[in-house]
């Protein structure tokens, strides 16, 4: 069965370092990869998409990478701010009305 | 834009009552999407409608889950009889589908909470 894992454990990081956060996947041909973003007490909040056929995908601060031969997608904040502290969620999408598959988040704190 | 909105923010209720949720989506948007989330599981989809009209409830977990969405503004979920293993933050989620990848905008959820 599909299977999608986030790192696990909470990731710690210095106020102004750049954050990484890994999505891997398993039995899983997505066309597309989303990240979310979610504060506590709230919903997911989406951030980025990125295509198969795309390498990377920047926004501002934040940029994805999508590798399907490694299926794998990382998630990089620079100059990371308390503000980003939060859990991240990454999505797998086969498009045209598939629905998303989740990945259990991981949790970030930037301390300052 | 009022946004995703659910009511109620939070439920407390009793095993074996019925607990009913509701769901106004954004408006304009032909996709809805029910999820429940726990620290053990995750945030698993439950069911989805397109166009009013439920298309994949496979992840309902059994027969005293149900959902309905009588028109493009509003969708319920209902849980009849409620279990205390139902506990959970249930979120609803709407989209624009187009022919490609669906962005899901998602509401504030509602903590339930069976005891």
């Known amino acids: 069965s599909q299977k999608i894992e986030q790192n696990s454990e909470a990731l710690n990081i210095q106020e102004g370092k750049t954050a990484t956060l890994t999505c891997n996947y398993t039995n899983y041909s997505p066309a597309y990869l989303q990240w979310y973003r979610q504060d506590p007490g709230r919903g997911p909040v989406f951030l980025l998409l990125i295509r198969e056929n795309e390498k990377e995908k920047r926004k501002e601060r934040l940029k994805v990478t999508f590798d399907t031969t490694l299926k794998q997608s990382l998630f990089h904040i620079t100059a990371s701010q308390p503000a980003d502290s939060a859990t991240y969620l990454c999505?797998?999408?086969?498009?045209?009305?598939?629905?998303?598959?989740f990945g259990a988040g991981t949790i970030l704190r930037v301390k300052s | 834009d009022a946004g995703v909105i659910q009511s109620p923010r939070h439920e407390v209720t009793e095993m074996g009552q019925e607990v009913t949720l509701r769901c106004k989506p954004i408006?304009?948007?032909?996709?809805l999407f029910w999820y429940r989330q726990t620290m053990m599981r995750g945030l698993e989809l439950l069911i989805y409608f397109n166009n009013n009209v439920p298309i994949d409830d496979s992840g309902m977990p059994e027969d005293r889950f149900s959902a309905k969405m009588p028109n493009a503004s509003f969708s319920t979920l209902k849980i009849q009889p409620s279990e205390p293993r139902d506990s959970a933050v249930y979120f609803c989620a709407s989209s624009l589908r187009l022919a490609e990848s669906d962005t899901q905008y998602f509401g504030p959820g509602t903590r339930l909470t069976v005891l």
């Open positions: 408006s304009g948007h032909n996709s």
């Open positions: 999505a797998l999408d086969r498009g045209y009305g598939n629905k998303l598959v």
